[in-house]
């Protein structure tokens, strides 16, 4: 018992005379306020930004069936109009034969609806509702507000393998799964 309280004191003693177990502790409480500045960063990015940005895909009965295919968009960037003719023109989605529980079908329409560009208040969703006036395209790629955010783009970036058309959101903007599309987030792809 002595002897684990001398070993103790002697490894107190060396370690408070060479200054390790200061050095230690401040990193520790450094560590410790670096991670509480980044956790408020990152709380007051979501909280300034939150209005901004399109709302994140929340449904997993339409994550599921439409995200299996492809990027499931935001209902955020088309009008109800729009996301009705999609839903009504299922089977035929774009040329391509989809079947789908009528169920997951009529849980998808409500969400879709529900969330959709003349029903968001984000900034995003109200610039393409300005865009397009009495408009309702059946794709993101008709809005004019994201033809114009994208009209430096040429076709020889979009014909590339890694992105494919303009349409693969996810190629370059890299938060799009979170509805973050700004351009500091952009990484077109080689």
Known sequence: MFRAILLSTC???FLLGNGSFFKAFADHEEHKER???DEKRECNKTEN???????????????????????AYQPGFLPAGSWTKIINDIAT?????????????????EYLAANSADTSSTEQSQKIMK???SQTPIRITEIPYIQKKHHEITQDILSRKSVGSL??????????????YDDD?????K
């Open 185 to 189: 987030n952009v990484a077109i792809p």
């Open 35 to 37: 991670r509480h500045h």
């Open 93 to 109: 989605h774009f040329g391509e034969p989809v079947v789908i529980d009528q169920n997951d079908l009529k849980i998808i329409a």
């Open 11 to 13: 490894l107190i003693a």
């Open 167 to 180: 349409s693969n959101c996810s190629a370059c903007h890299k938060d799009a799964v979170k509805g973050f």
């Open 49 to 71: 930004h939150e209005n901004e940005n399109f709302l994140p895909v929340n449904n997993t009965t339409y994550s599921e069936n439409c995200g299996s295919c492809h990027f």
């Open 131 to 133: 865009s397009l006036g």
